[in-house]
T-cell receptor, first 112, second 113 residues
Framework: NAGVTQTPKFRVLKTGQSMTLLCAQD?????MYWYRQDPGMGLRLIHY???????AKGEVPDGYNVSRLKKQNFLLGLESAAPSQTSVYFC???????????FGAGSRLTVL | EDQVTQSPEALRLQEGESSSLNCSYT??????LFWYRQDPGKGPEFLFT???AGEEKEKERLKATLTKKESFLHITAPKPEDSATYLC??????????????FGQGTTLQVKP
């Protein structure tokens, strides 16, 4: 039972490049989330999904897109990376809104 | 606006020296308050959920309490392995429960032997 798996763990991009972060969970969870963590800012919600085929904006959605084509996967895309998107990204999932979130190990992204 | 503030930002303790971490919150209807532990380079790991004022939960050397405005994480006789960043988060009320959490900035605890 792997839980929440994020790939890649590390990535360096140049300004303007695009990339996709993949989050996969094997717990049959309905709800999935993407957060970013920056020093002194805490975890901030980017986008979330309450079920397959649905997505919604969180607190800091600008510059990011997401897709939830399969229940177990939640993809976070950066179409044109900017230095301000240098951060550690965490994916989380839960069975329903009333349950505890389980987090992945994080993906560290650096944009030069 | 829903908000969570944690204090102090950093705390250094000697092994065995008990202390408390604070989490103050402003939220439109509290569904739950969560405490997570985060080790360097890892994702947050769940510790406790508190739902109503007066509620307390314990796990080993940790005890979490909740009032209408704040939560405390009490650490009794800490050991070096308790060194980590402790995150507080709230889940706000509303007609639809999306499970979203609003996090504080965290308190980084260092316990010296």
């Amino acid at each position: 039972n792997a839980g929440v798996t994020q790939t890649p763990k590390f990535r360096v991009l140049k300004t303007g490049q695009s990339m996709t972060l993949l989050c996969a969970q094997d717990m049959n969870h309905e709800y999935m989330y993407w957060y970013r963590q920056d020093p002194g800012m805490g975890l901030r919600l980017i986008h979330y999904s309450v079920g397959e085929g649905t997505t919604a904006k969180g607190e800091v959605p600008d510059g990011y897109n997401v897709s939830r084509l399969k229940k177990q996967n939640f993809l976070l895309g950066l179409e044109s990376a900017a230095p301000s998107q240098t951060s550690v990204y965490f994916c989380a999932s839960t069975k329903s809104g009333a349950n505890v979130l389980t987090f992945g190990a994080g993906s560290r992204l650096t944009v030069l | 606006e829903d908000q969570v503030t944690q204090s102090p930002e950093a705390l250094r303790l000697q092994e065995g020296e008990s202390s408390s971490l604070n989490c103050s919150y402003t939220v439109s209807g509290l569904r739950g308050l969560f405490w997570y532990r985060q080790d360097p380079g890892k994702g947050p790991e769940f510790l406790f959920t508190l739902y109503s004022a007066g509620e307390e939960k314990e796990k080993e050397r940790l005890k979490a309490t909740l009032t209408k405005k704040e939560s405390f994480l009490h650490i009794t006789a800490p050991k070096p392995e308790d060194s980590a960043t402790y995150l507080c988060a709230v889940q706000a009320g509303g007609s639809s429960n999306t499970g979203k959490l609003i996090f504080g900035q965290g308190t980084t605890l260092q316990v010296k032997p």
